[in-house]
């Protein structure tokens, strides 16, 4: 075979492949920018919150009294409130505010509060947040996917309510030990 031969297959073969990939990535552009814009800007709804299946619990009379002058824990149970009514917006704000205010949180926890329980449920809300933060603002997102990220930030924080009951409850009886 001849040089010329040689660098002539060559050279349609190389083509075809450029050709070939070409192509392939401007199909791929296509199918996912299309699926950016369907998933664009999706907005939560009070309904779609609704629809979340998870126990909900309130804070007993002798906790809310515990935690009335928590101010911190009052803006949280405000803005999960809130949230059921589809603003994600504190939630999704800049890092810096969302890093100062969970530090504030943990904080300012009450001296009757301040247990390791209670602590350990405070670093799961603080996980689900960031995790929320980040899921929100991802560009192409599923509106399901949001939704799993604002099911477990509601589950966390009653978890932590429920924990809070749990705490105070049991340091309020009075067991006589033997």
């Given amino acids: ?12 073969m190389l083509s075809l ?16 920018d299309s699926e950016a814009s369907a998933t664009a800007g999706i907005n939560l ?15 007993s009379d002798l906790a809310e009294q515990k935690t009335n002058e928590w101010q911190k824990f ?4 405000t803005q999960v409130e809130s949230l059921k009514k589809g603003n994600v917006s504190f939630f999704i704000d800049d890092k810096t505010t969302l890093k100062g205010f969970i530090d504030d949180l943990k904080k300012e926890i009450p001296q009757g509060l301040n247990l ?3 602590a350990v449920r405070l670093v799961v809300l603080e996980t689900a947040m960031y995790k929320l933060d980040e899921t929100a603002s991802l ?4 509106k399901q996917v949001l939704l799993d990220a604002v099911k477990e930030l509601l589950i ?8 809070i009951n749990k705490s105070i409850e049991k340091a309020s009886q009075n067991i006589i030990k033997p």
């Fill in 156 to 163: 966390t924080h009653n978890n932590l309510v429920l924990q």
């Fill in 116 to 118: 390791p329980s209670i």
């Fill in 139 to 142: 560009n192409n997102i599923p």
């Fill in 74 to 77: 009052q803006v949280l149970l």
């Fill in 1 to 12: 075979m001849s040089k010329t031969k040689l660098f002539f297959r060559y050279f349609i």
């Fill in 17 to 32: 492949f450029i050709l070939h990939t070409q192509c392939k990535d401007g199909t791929n552009q296509d199918v996912s």
């Fill in 45 to 59: 709804s009070a309904t779609d919150i609704n629809q979340i299946k998870y126990t909900e619990y309130v804070l």
